[in-house]
C-alpha cells in the first residue's frame, strides 16, 4: 500500500522567495548553481514534449514572445509562460499554457505536471514541490495562429 503525505513544513513556496539560484552542497570539491532560467528551460521544453499542449503563455505574452523572437538576441520562446521559484534544494514551477481542442484538460495537466516534475529533478536534483497548470485558451483546429512577419536585413 502506498502512503501519501502532504508538505506543510517549512519547504512551502515560501522558503524558495528571493532566493536567484540554487546551492546543491557537493561536499568539500566545490558546489553547484543552478539558474532559475536554466530550471525555466527545462520546465518549458518538457511542457511542450506533451502533444496536447499547443503552445505556452497567456495571449499577451505570446504576443510579446513571437516580437522578442524577432529581435536579434531575443531570446527562444522557450521560457514564455514559464515562471518558476528556486531555492537552495527545491523548484517551484508555474505554466501557462494553451490546450488542443477536444483533450481532456486535468489529463493534460498530469501529463504535462509529470514529464516537467521528472525533467527537473533529473537534469537537475532539485526537488519539485509543485508545479502550477493555468489553461488560458483552447486552440481551435480552424484556427490560425496569427502571422509573423519575416524579418529583413537589408
Known amino acids: 500500500m502506498t502512503e501519501t503525505t502532504h508538505r506543510n513544513d517549512t519547504t512551502t513556496r515560501e522558503t524558495l522567495r528571493g ?45 510579446l514572445g513571437a516580437v522578442r523572437e524577432r529581435v536579434p538576441g531575443g531570446g527562444s520562446g522557450v521560457t514564455r509562460g514559464v515562471s518558476v521559484e528556486v531555492g537552495e534544494r527545491q523548484a517551484a514551477v508555474d505554466l501557462d499554457v494553451v490546450v488542443e481542442y477536444g483533450v481532456s484538460i486535468t489529463d493534460t495537466a498530469r501529463d504535462v505536471r509529470t514529464n516537467v516534475i521528472n525533467a527537473v529533478e533529473r537534469m537537475t536534483g532539485l526537488e519539485v514541490v509543485e508545479v502550477n497548470i493555468a489553461v488560458h485558451d483552447v486552440h481551435l483546429p480552424d484556427e490560425e495562429e496569427p502571422e509573423q512577419e519575416e524579418t529583413r536585413v537589408t
Not at 22 to 49: H, L, Q, Y
Open 19 to 63: 532566493r536567484r539560484g540554487s546551492d546543491i552542497p557537493a561536499g568539500k570539491r566545490g558546489n553547484t548553481t543552478i539558474a532559475d532560467s536554466v530550471v525555466a528551460k527545462i520546465a518549458g521544453m518538457a511542457a511542450r514534449e506533451i502533444p496536447e499542449i499547443h503552445n505556452l503563455g497567456g495571449g499577451m505574452a505570446r504576443a
